[in-house]
Structure formats: C-alpha cells, structure tokens
C-alpha cells in the first residue's frame, strides 16, 4: 500500500470536462487503485483495461481511454523509481513521452513531451529512430549520489 497520496493524471483539452462525472469516475478508480495496489500491480490492471474495445468512437472515449493508458506507463515509470532502478525509469518515461507525443490530444503536453526527448537526445541518451535508452549510458555504474535542485526547493543545495 502507498504511503504518500497519489493522484492521477489528466490533461487539459478543449472541449474534455475533467469534471464530468464519467471520467471523474474514472479518476477515482485509477486514484484508489493505485493507492489500494500500488504502482506495479495497478499499471497491470489499468493496461489490461486500456486493451478493452467497445463500438465506440468519439473523442470522449478516446480521450478516457487516452488516460487510463498514460497512467498505467506513469505508473511503471513510478514503480521503476520507488525499486531505485534508474536506467529502467529513463525507459519508461521515454515510453512515457512516446506515448504522449503520438497519442495526446493537449498541445502543450506533445511540447512538454518533444522537449524532453530533444533533451535526451542532445546529450546522447536517446535516438528518435530508435525510442530506447542508449546502451553506453545502461552499462555505466557509479555510487555517486546527486541532488535534485528544482525550481520549486524552497532552500539552495549545501
């Protein structure tokens, strides 16, 4: 069981309510799944739901099926974090920005998603023509530990 309170994700498109009750509904049952199974166990669950085709079509259905698959990756990416596996979270979240890129109906979230795989790509770690981490940087090991400053650390590092 998680210790920290999860909250799903969602985006911001227009003419999507993320207030209407079908997909508050299934905000809630992404949200409590987690938090009652955990990250490993409800991406599973969530992946084998986002694998479940009606005769529909719209971008209502799209889109809540949209949200069960981008949080089904969001959370094997969160898992691989909790495991401390770093090469395999710098996976997931490139499967994770994949996905965005090529499936999101948010502008702003295909942007978010090509400026970090432009990032990785800059620095060697990622090839478009190839949507893996690059080998050299998996067979690297180093007991260093780093600091994450962010933009919202309320102090500086020491």
């Known amino acids: 069981m998680l210790k920290d309170p999860y909250k799903e994700i969602s985006e911001e498109i227009a003419g999507i309510n993320n207030k209407a009750a079908l997909i ?3 905000r ?5 799944l987690t938090r009652i199974f955990g990250f490993k ?3 599973n669950i969530l992946s084998i739901f986002s694998k479940l085709k009606f005769k529909q079509n719209g971008k209502l259905y799209n889109y809540l099926f949209y949200i069960i698959k981008l949080n089904a990756v969001r959370n094997r990416h969160l898992h691989s974090i909790k495991k401390d596996n770093f090469i395999n979270s710098l996976e997931t979240k490139v499967i994770w920005a994949n996905f965005q ?3 999101s109906l948010s502008a702003r979230a295909r942007w978010s998603a090509r400026n970090y795989l432009n990032l990785l790509s800059r ?3 990622y090839r478009a023509k ?3 981490i690059n080998n050299r940087f ?3 090991n180093s007991d ?3 600091y994450i400053y962010g933009p919202n650390a309320a102090t500086p590092p020491q």
């Open 123 to 125: 620095y060697d770690l």
């Open 28 to 32: 809630i049952f992404i949200r409590y």
């Open 130 to 132: 190839i949507p893996k």
């Open 41 to 43: 166990v409800s991406a």
């Open 101 to 103: 890129l090529n499936n």
């Open 144 to 146: 260093k530990k780093y």
């Open 138 to 140: 998996k067979s690297s």
């Open 24 to 26: 508050r509904i299934l």
